[in-house]
């Protein structure tokens, strides 16, 4: 069954270092999005993709953020300057249509030290 | 952020009873809900979903039941196996449908 891959799957960085999470999306699939979640908390949304521009930002997503689909097959998050509450695991989905359910990667660990 | 609530952290069930989740949201404007399992170190997979405009949704083991007027809705598993152990989240959407907002989660763990 065709799935989304994260890599790296654990970086670790020093705050105010720059980081780039890498996803490469299910192949059919036009909508693409990043989710994150902190230790003990929910999972939240970041941002929605479609058709090379965000759809849809959450008030996390700020100019620290942005994401990037430099070819066909990668979806990329990149964070400027990484703050030591930018830890948490990086979830990449990607659907098909604008219609649920979103497939989930298995998601970066990101810890800023 | 509590407009989808999860209030049991954790259930546990033996094998072969019914596992029942519950989750309950506050913003009448979500159209539809799913249920999402977690494995550790593992990202969320998909189970099942339902449309505001129905009230259960069958699929296997798997029925998700939603009560609109009290903003509810549960899952329930039959029979429950080990293999289900897991975190279980639901997800609620509303007009872009790719922005769901998860409870917390519950831990459901099936002993045999």
């Known amino acids: 069954e065709p799935e989304v891959t994260q890599t790296p799957s654990h970086q670790v960085t020093q705050m105010g270092q720059e980081v780039i999470l890498r996803c490469v999306p299910i192949?059919?699939?036009?909508?693409f999005y990043w989710y994150r979640q902190i230790l003990g908390q929910k999972v939240e949304f970041l941002v929605s993709?479609?058709?090379?521009?965000?759809?849809?930002k959450s008030e996390i997503f700020d100019d620290q953020f942005s994401v990037e689909r430099p070819d066909g097959s990668n979806f990329t998050l990149k964070i400027r300057s990484t703050k030591l509450e930018d830890s948490a695991m990086y979830f990449c989905?990607?659907?098909?249509?604008?219609?649920?359910?979103?497939?989930f990667g298995n998601g970066t660990r990101l810890t800023v030290t | 952020d509590q407009q989808v609530k999860q209030n049991s952290p954790s259930l546990s069930v033996q094998e072969g009873r019914i596992s029942i989740l519950n989750c309950d949201y506050t913003?009448?404007?979500?159209?539809?809900f799913l249920w999402y399992k977690k494995y550790p170190a593992e990202g969320p997979t998909f189970l099942i979903s339902i449309s505001s405009i129905k009230d259960k949704n069958e699929d296997g083991r798997f029925t998700v039941f939603l009560n609109k007027s009290a903003k509810h809705l549960s899952l329930h598993i039959v029979p429950s196996q080990p293999g289900d152990s897991a975190v279980y989240f639901c997800?609620?959407?509303?007009?872009?449908?790719?922005?769901?907002?998860f409870g917390q989660g519950t831990i459901l763990t099936v002993h045999p």
């Open positions: 989905a990607s659907s098909e249509q604008d219609t649920p359910p979103l497939h």
């Open positions: 993709f479609y058709n090379n521009e965000i759809s849809e």
């Open positions: 997800g609620t959407g509303g007009t872009s449908y790719g922005k769901l907002t």
């Open positions: 192949s059919n699939h036009l909508y």
């Open positions: 913003n009448s404007m979500f159209d539809y």
